[in-house]
């Protein structure tokens, strides 16, 4: 694949998410997308800084791994460990601001996506970033055409967050899937300069994504505390 298909596979990826909060819109109304555009951004802070760093760790240790397949569940085993013990402070903060159920599905949604950072990167390793790149388009469109489904059938703000963690648990899936279709046991590329050790829950790496992500989705969260749902919509 060259370089301008590779982009332009991705700009599209990134039409088909744009296109996913128009549709929401149109079909569920402007206040139920207001509360869904609150609970997104509540996990943008809460579970983004988590996935992208162990995105960051977990690139390393592939890199510097001659087993990559046992990195991989090495990965995958310290993930889940660690969003079991996070999520209980993620049902709290999410139940608070909504309720029990809201904050029960959150959690699970970082449960679900123990080891996704570890494969995405592992097809990095090994040269497969295109034909990552092809499966994040795909399952896009798949995710699009069963949002549509999900919001003609209810237009709640419940439906659409079980979506939300049902979308989270078919991405590992798939891409768990293409992992064991394509797994051969080759060797990272060692392009990266790499170390063994992967954590799963990296303070600094959390600490320096959380700074970002406050910054942009603070303001969603102020605003709705003194602006109805319309409005923020």
């Known amino acids: 694949m060259n370089v301008r298909s590779f982009f332009a596979i991705n700009y599209f990826t990134y039409f088909l998410v744009f296109a996913l909060q128009i549709v929401i819109v149109r079909l569920c109304g402007a206040e139920v997308f207001g509360a869904y555009t609150v609970y997104l951004s509540m ?20 890199n510097a ?44 949604c ?15 390793v090994v040269h497969y970033r295109a034909i990552f790149t092809l499966a994040e388009a795909a399952i896009a469109c798949a995710i699009l055409i069963l949002l549509i489904f ?8 419940i439906a659409l967050i079980y979506f939300y963690t049902f979308a989270a648990l078919l991405k590992s899936l ?11 046991n080759e060797k990272p590329n060692k ?3 790499g170390n ?14 959380l700074a970002i992500n406050l910054i942009l989705n603070t303001d969603i969260l102020i605003l ?6 319309k409005q923020l919509a």
């Not at 397949?69 to 460990?81: A, E």
């Not at 999900?150 to 703000?157: C, D, G, M, N």
Request: aromatic fraction near 14%; proline fraction near 2%.
């Open 43 to 62: 996990m943008a802070i809460v579970e983004a800084p988590i996935i992208t760093a162990r995105s960051d760790s977990a690139l390393k240790m592939l």
């Open 65 to 108: 791994s001659d087993s990559l397949s046992k990195t991989i569940w090495v990965c995958f085993k310290k993930d889940l460990i660690s969003s079991l013990l996070i999520a209980p402070l993620i049902i709290l903060l999410l139940g608070f601001y909504f309720d029990f159920l809201i904050g029960f599905l959150a959690a699970l």
């Open 110 to 124: 970082l449960i679900f996506q123990s080891g996704f950072s570890a494969l995405k990167n592992y097809f990095v």
């Open 150 to 157: 999900v919001t003609l059938i209810s237009k709640s703000l």
């Open 174 to 184: 798939l891409i768990f899937s293409l992992f064991f279709i394509l797994n051969r």
């Open 191 to 193: 392009t990266i300069l």
């Open 196 to 209: 063994g050790v992967y954590k799963a829950f990296s303070s600094i790496l959390i600490l320096r994504h």
């Open 224 to 229: 709705s505390m003194y602006i109805d749902l």
